[in-house]
């Protein structure tokens, strides 16, 4: 049963435009969300989290918003840069415990 | 430099084989994981260590084996009962602190010959 879910396997954006990467979960037990980028043949990097006390966290051209009453979050880029190509998994972490949960990931294109 | 690092990263292992994929952490991480990742999937977790000499099946543990006797090293072991090894392996690590992400190595590339 997968716990966290990325509808969108792709999506593709203008360069210069706003990338939104969506992700949704199951688990209101989640306490600690996360955004990582992944390039082919890499293991994934760390983006961007937040806490399940917050409700948006900016780190640059990156913000990840949360909805809880939703079991939403989101991932913003602005400007989108072609760097920002890769797949992007969202993940979750429950409030016991210290195992993760990944969702299927999301293709990012940006058109130069 | 701190880090994850996995060897090899490219394994060819025949059928009815053994092999065992390296994973070595300098973070002082306590906790260490192993992913599996197929295509068009996301990772999917095979086995977690909190502790030393600890550790526990993750959703997909059937056909792999672990050990954990340093907190450096997590090695895993796909044994011949894993009808389909073939994938791309990831270890990660972690703090055991709150919101402390996972980090990741550059991940192991397993084929069946």
């Known amino acids: 049963d997968q716990q966290v879910k990325q509808n969108s396997p792709s999506l593709s954006v203008q360069e210069g435009r706003i990338s939104i990467l969506n992700c949704d979960y199951t688990?209101?037990?989640?306490?600690?969300f996360l955004w990582y980028k992944k390039y082919p043949a890499e293991g994934p990097t760390f983006l961007i989290s937040?806490?399940?006390?917050?409700d948006k966290n900016e780190d640059g051209r990156f913000t990840v918003f949360l909805n809880k009453s939703a079991k939403h979050l989101s991932l913003h880029i602005v400007p989108s840069q072609p760097g920002d190509s890769a797949v992007y998994f969202c993940?979750?972490?429950?409030?016991?415990?210290?195992?993760?949960?990944f969702g299927t990931g999301t293709s990012l294109t940006v058109i130069p | 430099d701190g880090g994850i690092t996995q060897s090899p990263k490219y394994l060819f292992r025949k059928e009815g084989q053994n092999v065992t994929l390296s994973c070595e952490q300098n973070?002082?991480?306590?906790?260490m994981y192993w992913y599996r990742q197929d295509p068009g999937q996301g990772l999917r977790l095979i086995y977690y260590?909190?502790?030393?000499?600890?550790?526990q099946k993750g959703d997909i543990a059937e056909g792999y084996s672990v050990s954990r006797e340093k907190k450096e090293s997590f090695p895993l072991t796909v044994t011949s009962a894993q009808k389909n090894p073939t994938a791309f392996y990831l270890c990660?690590?972690?703090?055991?602190?709150?919101?402390?992400?996972?980090?990741f190595g550059d991940g192991t590339r397993l084929s069946i010959l």
């Open positions: 990660a690590s972690s703090l055991q602190a709150s919101n402390q992400p996972q980090h």
């Open positions: 688990n209101s037990m989640f306490d600690y």
């Open positions: 937040i806490s399940s006390i917050k």
């Open positions: 993940a979750a972490r429950r409030n016991t415990g210290n195992q993760f949960y």
């Open positions: 973070l002082n991480h306590d906790a």
């Open positions: 260590s909190q502790i030393v000499n600890d550790f």
